[in-house]
């Protein structure tokens, strides 16, 4: 597969309007260049987070590392034109997407003009993202949040929350339905994200099972370290669960040294049945479990796979 590239931006300034970083693991645009004349900029301000917020925006360091970059990129500049042909830009210079991916499951509800997501899992199990518009400008939008998102983790692209928006400060350059096709289009990105971590963690198991009974034998998955303990106990504090299953399974994954009960546990299944969860679509009751462990997948955890259900779901079966 190709490399990923920079954004190729040139402007006719002193400095360039973003410095070049290290090249990427995707090629999602065109080899082509475009100057822009006479485009105001200034020193990016020091990048908002929650706690000098009053809507309460998500800490910039829990967004991807990329999308930190092209936040910095939109708050260099000072007028909304510029911002506005950025995004032109963007979209000129986005690789089209093939057109038997054009369909009802890739199309993104809500949106003024015609956008369709793609998304795959690469050999690391990063998520990544191809997009298309029949509207310059949206793909434009849509082209943000491929570069920005692709490449990265499931759990890390789930943990994005929508308020990031505000970071780039494209309120006074697109309309509130522009706006509103931007969220939609996050949204199905994450939905997608997780429907391929569901799918590659149902293969991991069946793959487990059927190795376990070749060999005649499987390994008990019972007891937890103590990474699976603070991880129920976080679970029990913050969500009040009706059922809560944690189950250490690091030790079904090859090429980890992740054995139960050791400093090793990197792999965990959870079954949440919890109130908290009423209202709340999959995507985000996947992005609450997300950040109450975030300290655990800062520090070693790898994956979870999880059944986050409401007691009424439960029942109803």
Sequence with gaps: ????????????????????????????????????????????????????????????????????????????VEEPKAKYEQLMFYGKNLNPLDTQFKTKEN????????VWVRAYLDKDKNVVYQADSDSVLTKGLA???????????????????????????????????????FLNMLKLMQRKALELLIEAEKVVSLQVMVRFSQNGSEESSSGLGSRGMRIKGKLERELSPIELEVEDVSYQHAGHAGVRGSDGETHFNLRIVSKEFEGKSLVKRHRLVYRLLDGELQSGLHALSMVAKTPSEVEGK
Excluded: W
């Excluded at 309007?17 to 004349?37: A, D, E, G, R, V």
């Excluded at 000098?52 to 829990?62: A, C, D, G, K, R």
């Design 1 to 76: 597969m190709a490399s990923y590239s920079k954004f190729p931006i040139c402007f006719h300034l002193s400095k360039p309007f973003l410095s070049p970083s290290k090249p990427s693991k995707f090629s999602f645009f065109h080899n082509t260049s475009i100057s822009f004349q006479n485009i105001p900029t200034k020193s990016p301000p020091p990048l908002q987070s929650s706690s000098s917020s009053s809507t309460q925006l998500q800490p910039i360091e829990e967004l991807p590392p990329k999308l930190q970059e092209i936040i910095k990129l939109f708050q260099s």
């Design 107 to 114: 199309k993104v509800e809500g949106c003024v003009s015609q």
């Design 143 to 181: 082209a943000l949040l491929v570069n920005g998102l692709s490449g990265r983790p499931v759990q890390e692209v789930l943990r994005v929350s929508p308020d990031f928006a505000v970071l780039l400060g494209l309120q006074q350059s697109l309309t509130p339905s522009r706006n509103n096709g």
